[in-house]
């Protein structure tokens, strides 16, 4: 492959992940899941409900992840030692991680779940190999930093106008919109629906406002190195400004705006911009780690000179302070058997469980995904709830994927963040200082915005199309001020000297590394989006690019070094073909045999039907693929009342979850399951148990009144209980 084609199939695989990479953080604007956005609601209209981009849309992009990473193996400069160790680690992690899904429960969900997760690693592995080049990563921190003006107009466009008319919709329809979810008035859902609602906390990826939280911390602290590089370029005056024209009536340069320190300016606007969103999403977490993160960047820009000389001292004390964090917080749970505050005691309640998980499952895990089927089994009875998720990311790994794949998630985190702030760098020719900015910047860097966006806005549609214009044209102004911010970013960054740009990349991964902090005790940066953004922030920062040239100018790859970069660009091909032809194609088609959503529709269709034959045999094959599903099991006992298999049921469902009060008491007044009078009898006793064992004020606990039920219900049985029972 000559030159200027290795050129080519580089940008484009660079530009086809960065298009799937925002094109998966903003996808979910259109399936707000609470509820859509009022603004088409004339008349009183039920809420549309939009395509949501499910396990088809992730598996398409994980597929298309494969090939472009493959590409980028094939067309990349010769490959360096980081990338090959990043690789063999990212290699026995999804070794492990197969195998792990071929032991789950839930064979669907851990198979998603790990394309998930090797899109993530693969992506930020590409990112490694192509951002080498200074022109692309440019690119990348100018997208970033637009992405955080979109953020930050989603944010206050969500907290000012959707947010309160959703509320208002939702008052106004209450009982359609609880109708609709088959919710009494009462419940815990609608209460916790209703909670988040009133919360009025702009959200982001998945519809969560922790997420959005977290993944504005690497955007703002992109914003802020920018803020304080372009500053100090365009105060000491080091380098050529692009000229601008004076205003009317004006004398010559008189007039003219200093672009530096405009777009410093701009820069320190965002920064702030996005710390007050971070307040509006109401997330503690998100909001401490993104000020400690921004803290970092200010002490790195003030100390940048002593730092550079002391890397390895800096690195040691980091791991070291937060290995001694770990441990403290861990001494301090098992001493007190709980944590300071009550997030962190629920927290902590997660983890205990988690860790009996682990050691009865250590080496493979229960499955990516599987975590909260099993969670059931494990928890204590005074912990109230029920999660998907550790809230942990090493956790997570843990118990979803073995104690030697967590080993190597660690050790890969490690080894990528080491390569952002090495000892020794590549050389890097410097920028000549009388190169004019028209041909640093020129029109290729513009193209290449234009296009990320116009494919980040066209992939959005294609993925969930969404026919209503309003959503068309909020696109159309994200785009607008995504295209903008970019373009003045991407200017500003062919501005700077060689090291103030490498200080903008090293903000990249002290970014990566506040979301990192901040998932140890939140969210899990495993799977989904985010997870895809963490990644290739660390391989974008990684180390200096070998030049500033649009090519590189990188030494020709050695025969050996090339035959096994062209292996393994080869396999990454073979390996997208493979997925798409055995995974995706199946999917698409309903044929995947471990794919329960065709069992699904039939068991819906079913139930709209009053068909309970039909609904029947479609739980027994939903149950067979998901054995250890409770929701399932919870409608076969509700569906099959009155026969043998009611009673099986509801004995498997409880010998899942060993800890719902609320649940034994819906079993055990009804007479209808097959249950016999002393098995009721436990489990009503066995509910007034757990329910006494959870905290005083929490909302799952049983109401007086349920609690005077169940009472009356155990002296009722205890007249009929016969002698021999």
Request: with cysteine.
């Amino acid at each position: 492959m000559n030159t200027r084609w290795r050129e080519r199939a580089q940008w484009a695989a660079w530009l086809g992940l960065l298009i799937i990479l925002f094109t998966r953080l903003t996808i979910t604007e259109y399936v707000f899941t609470m509820l859509h956005f009022p603004v088409h609601y004339a008349a009183g209209k039920a809420p549309l409900h939009a395509p949501q981009p499910g396990p088809n849309a992730t598996v398409a992009f994980a597929v298309v992840t494969f090939l472009l990473t493959g590409i980028a193996a094939l067309a990349a400069d010769r490959l360096r030692r980081r990338h090959w160790i990043a690789l063999g680690l990212i290699g026995f992690i999804l070794a492990l991680g197969t195998a792990s899904m071929l032991r789950a429960a839930d064979h669907f969900t851990a198979l998603v779940g790990l394309l998930d997760v090797a899109m993530a690693l693969l992506a930020g592995w590409g990112a490694a190999v192509l951002a080498r080049n200074q022109a692309r990563r440019n690119l990348f921190v100018a997208l970033v930093i637009g992405f955080l003006a979109v953020c930050c107009f989603r944010g206050f466009y969500q907290r000012t106008i959707s947010l309160p008319e959703t509320w208002h919709y939702y008052q106004r329809h209450k009982s359609q919109i609880l109708r609709q979810n088959m919710w009494s008035a009462h419940s815990l859902d609608s209460k916790l629906y209703e909670a988040r609602l009133k919360s009025m906390a702009p959200t982001g990826f998945g519809a969560l406002s922790d997420v959005f939280a977290e993944s504005m911390i690497p955007l703002a602290a992109a914003a802020l190195a920018l803020a304080f590089a372009t500053w100090l370029a365009g105060r000491r005056d080091k380098l050529p400004r692009p000229p601008t024209k004076a205003r009317s009536g004006a004398r010559g340069g008189d007039a003219q705006i200093p672009f530096l320190p405009a777009v410093a300016v701009v820069a320190f606007a965002l920064t702030f911009a996005g710390v007050a969103v971070a307040v509006l999403t109401k997330s503690k977490g998100g909001l401490a780690a993104m000020l400690f993160t921004l803290l970092v960047v200010v002490v790195a820009w003030r100390k940048r000179a002593w730092l550079a000389r002391r890397r390895a001292l800096v690195g040691a004390i980091v791991a070291g302070f937060f290995g001694l964090l770990i441990i403290g917080t861990v001494a301090f749970g098992l001493l007190f058997h709980t944590l300071p505050t009550k997030s962190l005691a629920f927290r902590w309640q997660y983890w205990t469980a988690a860790a009996r998980m682990a050691v009865r499952r250590p080496l493979l895990g229960v499955g990516l995904n599987n975590f909260g089927l099993y969670y059931t089994d494990y928890k204590l009875p005074s912990a109230p709830e029920d999660v998907k998720d550790p809230h942990s990311v090493l956790v997570r790994v843990a118990t979803e994927m073995g104690l030697p794949a967590a080993a190597l998630w660690a050790a890969l985190i490690a080894w990528q963040m080491g390569q952002c702030f090495p000892p020794d760098v590549e050389p890097m020719p410097a920028t000549p200082a009388s190169a004019a900015p028209g041909k640093t910047f020129g029109t290729g860097a513009f193209a290449a915005v234009i296009a990320v966006t116009t494919g980040w806005i066209a992939l959005r549609y294609a993925v969930a199309v969404i026919p209503q214009l309003f959503f068309i044209l909020l696109d159309i102004i994200y785009g607008i001020i995504a295209a903008t911010v970019a373009l003045i970013a991407l200017r500003a960054m062919t501005l700077l000297d060689p090291g103030q740009r490498r200080f903008v990349a090293a903000a990249l991964a002290v970014g990566a590394g506040g979301m990192l902090i901040y998932d140890q005790v939140n969210l899990a940066l495993v799977t989904g989006p985010v997870a895809m953004l963490f990644w290739m922030l660390l391989g974008a920062a990684q180390s200096r690019p070998v030049s500033d040239a649009p090519g590189g100018a990188g030494p020709e790859p050695r025969r050996t070094g090339q035959i096994a970069q062209l292996a393994v660009g080869a396999t990454l091909v073979v390996i997208a073909a493979t997925a798409a032809f055995t995974v995706y194609l199946p999917m698409a088609q309903n044929r995947l045999r471990w794919d329960p959503r065709p069992e699904v529709r039939r068991f819906m269709q079913a139930v709209a039907a009053s068909n309970t034959p039909g609904a029947l045999h479609a739980l027994h094959h939903l149950i067979r693929l998901n054995p250890r599903s409770q929701k399932w099991l919870a409608w076969q006992a509700n569906l099959s009342r009155g026969t043998p298999r009611a009673a099986k049921s509801v004995l498997r469902l409880l010998k899942l979850n060993k800890t719902s009060a609320r649940q034994r008491y819906r079993f055990a007044v009804h007479r209808g399951y097959g249950l016999t009078i002393v098995q009721r009898m436990d489990m009503l006793r066995r509910a007034l148990q757990l329910n006494a064992d959870l905290p005083k004020r929490e909302i799952k606990r049983l109401k007086p009144a349920e609690i005077a039920q169940i009472k009356q219900a155990l002296r009722k049985l205890r007249r009929e209980k016969k002698p021999h029972q």
